[in-house]
């Protein structure tokens, strides 16, 4: 296995050319549940939200013998690592060199181009959707620092890039009103990222496609380690808020750093439309 991302609640590891697979083990933080993870995530999917949640497949213990022992278990990663809790998952297709290109030619250093266009790691590239957050022009940094890896593609980028974020606003709206009043989950910490969409039997063909740089993409939801119950009463609502304005800027924001006119009409697109979604729901 090769190590795909790393964050607070543990590594993520997948085989070199294995399209389906993802397993991401509890070597976090302490505090941070990969059981909760899988919990959160589960209930998220059976509320069947209008965006791409990957497949919720196992978790494997630690004591789990048998699978670590097996063809896919400890023998596959690096030496020195030992068991541990671990969620085996859908993976989300990494974007396609063109979009890579794309992005090192718009905005990597020049520095770092060549670099970063021969660097495996950079090869496992999501893009982060932030519609509440303007790029500010920074003067040139001392030492400088560029990955694909999770790239953050601010509002005015996808501007720029032509993309519809009124049309990705929507998207996130109805997400986020499924995870409330659906699930009944505070969609605390999630992440919001750009990716091909898999092509499977079971796959939801009403699910919306974004058009970006030349081609159709999905927008997925992931990341449920953070997420909690929320009840169905004031109390809930504050928990919802407060995880709203806790989380990165996926979402548009009433006020934000660079604020416009725009992003004021962004704002009420994705207001008018979780409201409509919620009455619904």
């Not at 991401?24 to 209008?50: C, F, W, Y």
């Not at 400088?144 to 929507?170: I, K």
């Not at 997400?175 to 009043?181: D, K, P």
Request: charged share 25%; glycine share 6%.
């Amino acid at each position: 296995y090769r190590c795909i991302g790393r964050g607070n609640c543990g590594s993520v590891w997948a085989l070199d050319g294995d399209q389906e697979d993802v397993y991401k083990r509890e070597d976090g933080a302490q505090g941070r549940s990969i059981l909760n993870d899988q919990t959160m995530h589960r209930r998220v999917l059976s509320s069947a939200p209008p965006i791409r949640v990957p497949r919720s497949f196992s978790i494997i213990e630690a004591s789990d013998s048998e699978w670590w022992a097996g063809a896919n278990g400890l023998a596959r990663f690096p030496n020195a690592m030992s068991p541990c809790r671990t969620y085996h998952m859908q993976r989300i297709p990494a974007m396609p060199e063109a979009v890579r290109r794309k992005l090192i030619d718009e905005y990597c250093p020049k520095s770092l181009q060549a670099f970063v266009t021969t660097n495996r790691d950079d090869e496992d590239c999501l893009i982060r959707l932030y519609l509440g957050r303007r790029r500010a022009l920074r003067q040139a940094a001392r030492f400088q620092f560029f990955s694909l890896r999770n790239f953050p593609l601010h509002v005015n980028q996808m501007e720029d890039l032509g993309m519809d974020t009124h049309a990705l606003a929507r998207v996130l709206a109805d997400c986020l009103a499924h995870c409330h009043w659906k699930a009944r989950v505070d969609a605390n910490d999630v992440e919001f990222v750009l990716a091909p969409a898999t092509v499977r039997e079971d796959d939801r063909a009403e699910l919306p496609l974004v058009q970006a740089f030349g081609g159709e993409y999905a927008v997925w939801m992931l990341d449920y380690d953070c997420c909690r119950e929320m009840s169905m009463d004031e109390e809930g609502v504050d928990q919802a808020v407060r995880a709203f304005y806790r989380n990165d800027p996926y979402y548009p924001r009433p006020f934000a750093y660079g604020y416009t006119d725009v992003d004021g009409l962004l704002w009420q697109t994705f207001r008018t439309r979780f409201l409509e979604c919620s009455r619904r729901i």
